[in-house]
C-alpha cells in the first residue's frame, strides 16, 4: 500500500483532550506491546543486552519500556533473513507497506551496525541488506522501492515510467542511491569484510555514476520521466514528466525528496550534499577493494563538482538569518527556503557526515527551519517540530524531532526533545509517522520501522554519551 493511501485510510485515528502544554496522564502500567518472542523475525543477543544494559541503568520507566519496544523493532517486525548458497540475503519492509525502500532499509539496520563485533547474526544480517540493494540497483537505479518477490506486479503498474515486475514504485530520488554507499562503507570500514563488494556490486557502483551523470541535465533531461493518475498533485511530475525545469550547473536533479513527494525545484540541496560524501566514499572502496583507479577518479571527479556547484548555489540569504542553505534551487536563481521531516534534510546533515555542527551556514539554517520562518515547522500544545507536505499541515514528524536532538549540542535542547518524544506516543508504546501538533493521538502510520529504530538509537547515543539526561 501506498504510503499516502495507508494515512488516508488510517486516518487520523483517535481523540483526546490536553490538560495543558505538554501535560498528559502517564500510563498507569506499560502494557507488553512488543512482539512476542516466538513471533519475532529476528533476534540479536547483542541488541538484547543492550535493551537490558539500558533499562536496568535508566530510572524511567517509561523510556525503558519505550527503548525496549522501538529499538528492535526493525529487528522484530520487518526483517527476512536466508542465505542462498551461503551467501547473505536480507529483505526489510518498511513496516506497513510489504515493500523494500532503499532508503529506509539502509536506515533502520544503521544503528545495529555498531553491534557487528558482538553478534555475527547481525553482520551477516546487514551484509543481505546490502547484497539485496546491489540487485535492486542493477535492476532499477531510479527506482525507490521493490518487492521481496521479482515477479509481482504492484499497484502502480499504471505509472507513466518504465516500470517492471518487482518494482513497487519508481520515484527517482537522489538518496536512494546513497544511502545503499552509507551502510555499504561503513560496514566494511567497521568488519574489514570485503565479500559484499564483488564484481556485481562494482558494476552497481557504476551504474550510480552514470544514473548522477544523467540527471545533471547537462546534454537531455536524461532517460528518466515519471506521471501518475492522481488527485495529489506531489505524487507526479508535471512537464511532461520531467518535473520544473533547471538550467544546468553541476548539481544533480531529483525527481522527488525523501519523503516521495515531488520536488518544486529540482536540485534538492540536503541530497546533493549526501551525494558527495557517497561518491567520495565509493571512490575509497573501489580503490581499495576493486583497485579500479580510473572508476574512483571518475566518482571523485563528480564529487567534486557537485561540490563545487554546492558552494556556488546552494546558499542564499536571509534577512533575518543571514547565510543559509536552501532547500531546493533551478539554477535559474529560484530557490526554495524550507526543510521537511524525512531524511536526508538540512536538520540531518551532521548527522549524515555533510555538515559539521559549528559550521556557521549550518548553525544559520539550524535557527531558520526550526523557526515559523520554515512554512513546514508546526508549534501547537503537544510539541513543535517539523512537518511537511506527505503528511499534511500542523503535522509534526517524531523522526524531525529525533534528528533534532541526534544532532543538537545543546543538553537543553537534546533533553526537550526526548520529552516531547515520551509524551507525544499516544500511549501505543511506539513513534508514529506524524502527530498532531495539539493532539498526539491524531496520527499517521502505527507501523512505521525506521521512526520506531531511530528513536532507539537516539536513546542509546544519549545513554552512551549523556545519561544523566534521561533522568
Known sequence: MERRKFIQQTGLIGAGLIASKFSYARIPDFPTVRVAVGQRHFTSVAVEKAISTFQANVKDQELGWLFGNCFPNT???TVTFTENNGRPDTYV????????WMRDSSAQVWPYLQFV???VKVKRLIAG????????????PYANAFYHDANKVGEWKSDKTAMQPGVHERKWEIDSLCYPIRLAYHYWKKTGDKTPFDTQWKKAIQLTLKTFTEQQRKESKGPYRFQRSTTHPTDSLPMSGYGFPVKPNGLICSAFRPSDDATVFPFLIPSNFFAVISLKQAAEMVTAIQADKVLADQLLALANEVEAALKKYAVSNHPEFGKI????????????LMDDSNVPSLLSMPYLGTAKTDDQIYRNTRKFILSANNPYFFKGNAAEGIGGPHAGADMIWPMAIIMQGLTSVNDAEIKNCIAMLKKTHADKGFMHESFHKDDPNKFTRSWFAWANTLFGEFLWKVYQEKPY???
Do not use: H, S
Open 75 to 77: 529487528l522484530d517486525t
Open 93 to 100: 519492509i518498511t513496516g506497513d507497506i510489504d515493500a523494500m
Open 117 to 119: 563485533d558482538e553478534d
Open 129 to 140: 541488506v546490502i547484497n539485496r540493494q546491489t540487485q535492486y540497483i542493477l535492476k532499477d
Open 325 to 336: 542553505y536552501a532547500f531546493e534551487v533551478d539554477g535559474f536563481g529560484g530557490a526554495y
Open 469 to 471: 539526561l534521561l533522568g
